[in-house]
């Protein structure tokens, strides 16, 4: 069984962010991986023989070997992702039925069952990002956003919030909008439509046609920086949150904006 093992110390403020976060999840893990924390005032030898050089540490052992490290304060879903590698988990059969819903494109019964398994885990974080992604691709943004905002404040900022968020904001972007045709068509009549190009960008980027939408973006960066609160600049970063694997592209429309800006 894996044993995660948390090196910390009482003056150490990172230690008091990160303890509250292992405890949950040894809790929802109901003893699939055993939790043992190591005050390293306390236990210097310890912490020495193992090489603790800052804390917060965090050591994943199997077989009596160190299999993992991470040093520092993690969001939770870093160290879920870290823990499925070693733990077998079970899923939860309403949310294997919702998956399969799902993709046969019943997503009202999906929604239901997945709203059933997480009041029967009530703690299970995994379970609830299903349910926001699910609440999504429903369009029912409202919802997902104030779950969203009910989740822990660790796990707000992660990479697959963000780009949650960002989802959501592009298509609100293109509530009551004209079809993409339409658009392209005012921008070839009025290449100053900045409106048109927000609202073309949105609908490619739930295209995931996203080098077009960051051209459109860039578009309005050039030629109006301010235009509704820099909507240009903050939509390529939402893009950027969409796309973290694809670092080439990021890059390429990365220094073309800081090129703009200064």
């Given amino acids: 069984m894996p044993v995660l093992v948390d090196f910390w110390a009482s003056w150490c403020n990172p230690c008091q962010m990160l303890m509250p976060i292992v405890t949950r999840l040894a809790e929802e893990y109901q003893g699939k991986f055993h939790l043992v924390k190591v005050n390293s005032d306390e236990q210097q030898a310890l912490a020495g023989q193992y090489g603790v050089r800052s804390l917060p540490t965090l ?6 070997q160190v299999v993992e490290e991470i040093m520092g304060a993690q969001p939770e879903q870093v160290l879920r992702q870290l823990l499925d590698q070693y733990v077998a988990v079970e899923e939860n059969p309403l949310v294997s039925q919702a998956h399969d819903l799902v993709q046969q494109g019943q997503l009202g019964e999906a929604r239901e069952l997945m709203t059933q398994a997480l009041e029967a885990e009530p703690n299970n ?5 299903d349910l926001i992604r699910l609440t999504v691709m429903m369009q029912d943004h409202e919802t997902a956003e104030s779950m969203i ?8 900022d992660t990479p697959d919030i963000n780009e949650l968020k960002a989802q959501i904001q592009f298509a609100k972007i ?7 045709a339409i658009l392209e068509n005012n921008i070839s009549n009025d290449a100053g439509d900045l409106a048109s190009r927000y609202q073309l960008a949105a609908w490619r980027v739930l295209e995931g046609e996203y080098e077009a939408a960051l051209n459109q973006l860039l578009e309005i960066m050039k030629k109006d920086r301010s235009w509704q609160d820099e909507a240009g600049r903050k939509g390529i970063l939402s893009v950027f949150d969409m796309i973290p694997g694809q670092t080439e592209l990021v890059g390429k429309y990365r220094r073309q904006m800081f090129n703009l800006l200064h």
């Fill in 59 to 64: 050591k994943l052992f199997r077989h009596g």
């Fill in 174 to 180: 293109i509530t009551d909008s004209p079809e993409p």
């Fill in 149 to 156: 905002q009910a989740l822990p404040m660790e796990l707000r």
């Fill in 125 to 129: 974080q995994q379970i609830m990002m």
